[in-house]
C-alpha cells in the first residue's frame, strides 16, 4: 500500500487555478507536520506549505503566500492544496509529504513521500 498519493496536478494558463490532493494511509501520524513541496527541472526541492495538524497552523513560502491555501480532512485523511493565480515559476513537480518533526518547510525533516504530480503553467 502506498503511503501517500497525489492527483489533481495538470496544464492550466497562467492566472488560472488547480487543486492538488494527497490521501495519506491511515497509519501515517497526524500529529506530525504535513507538507506540499516542489521541484522543478534543474532545482533544489522547495517546501511550499506545510501544516501541523493538530493545531491547524500553516506555514507558505513567501513566493505563495496569498495564492497557495493547505488544508486536511480528518475524516478523509488527506492533504489538500488550494492553487490560485498561478504563474509559469509555479511549474514543477509537486509532492506531497508527511512525518515532519521540525522545520516544516525543510525537505530533510520528512519521513514520508507521494510520488508526485506534474503541475504545468503555460504564459
Known amino acids: 500500500q502506498e503511503q501517500l498519493v497525489e492527483s489533481g496536478g495538470g496544464t492550466v494558463q497562467a492566472g488560472g487555478s488547480l487543486r492538488l490532493s494527497c490521501t495519506i494511509a491511515r497509519y501515517v501520524s497526524s500529529r506530525h507536520f504535513m507538507g506540499w513541496f516542489r521541484q522543478a527541472p534543474g532545482k533544489e526541492r522547495e517546501g511550499v506549505a506545510a501544516i501541523w495538524p493538530p493545531g491547524g497552523t500553516t506555514y507558505y513560502v513567501d513566493s505563495v503566500k496569498g495564492r497557495f491555501t493547505i488544508s486536511r480532512d480528518d475524516a478523509k485523511n488527506a492533504l489538500y492544496l488550494q492553487m490560485n493565480s498561478l504563474s509559469p515559476e509555479d511549474t514543477a513537480m509537486y509532492y506531497c509529504?508527511?512525518?515532519?518533526?521540525?522545520?516544516?518547510?525543510?525537505?530533510?525533516?520528512?519521513?514520508?513521500w507521494g510520488q508526485g504530480t506534474q503541475v504545468s503553467v503555460s504564459s
Open positions: 509529504a508527511a512525518g515532519g518533526v521540525t522545520s516544516p518547510l525543510a525537505s530533510a525533516n520528512y519521513l514520508y
